[in-house]
Each structure stands twice: as C-alpha cells, then as structure tokens.
C-alpha cells in the first residue's frame, strides 16, 4: 500500500490550502483515512479523521477552519484548510487505518507565513 499526498506549500496567514492524498495497491478494509501533523520534537498529532461511513472527527485546534472528506472510489481524501494561521505551519501525514495495517504518507510540508 502506497500513499501518495501532492500539495502543501505556503500560504499566507489567512489564507487556505488543500491537501489530497491518494491510496494505492490492495486495500480493503477500510476503518478510516484521515490526517495528522507532526512538529520537530513534538508528537504526531491528529489534525481529522474521515471513517468509511463518512463520520468525522477533528481536532480543537481545526474545528471551524478545516473540513475532512474522501472519494471512497478513488481512495483519496482531502483536507481544505481555511484561516490558516502561522501555528498550523508543520508537516502534514496522510493515515489509512485498514483491517490489514496503519499506513502512512511521506509527509508533505504547510507553511504559513507572511
């Protein structure tokens, strides 16, 4: 399973963003996509998560700014992220939690920056 995230770049503070992330190879099974971010020395966090029933979940941070949703047929989902702030500068992984496995995106950089 691969997972393929285009997108990031710099935006300036208020501005938006949207990352897509597609899933490729034998997936079946799936519990959820979503996104996560994760500064130097800090933990990965949760930024939004996307079940296969299409229930969200966001984090504090991001409620009111970011909206989750995916196109089951094309194994991809998207992250529309408005208001951006500098705070939300960081890099941004792609998640597929399946039956089989947790899979990861190879991360792609957000900065918010005037």
């Known amino acids: 399973v691969q997972l393929v995230e285009p997108g990031g770049g710099l935006v300036q503070p208020g501005g938006s963003l949207r990352l897509s992330c597609t899933a490729s190879g034998y997936i079946f099974s799936v519990y959820s996509m979503g996104w996560f971010r994760q500064a130097p020395g800090n933990q990965r966090e949760l930024v939004a998560t996307i079940t296969s029933g299409g229930s969200t979940n966001y984090a504090d941070s991001v409620k009111g700014r970011f909206v989750i949703s995916r196109d089951s047929a094309k194994n991809t989902v998207y992250l529309q992220m408005n208001s951006l702030k500098p705070e939300d500068t960081t890099v941004y992984y792609c998640?597929?939690?399946?039956?089989?496995?947790?899979?990861w995106g190879q991360g792609t950089q957000v900065s918010v920056s005037s």
């Open positions: 998640n597929l939690n399946t039956w089989a496995g947790n899979y």
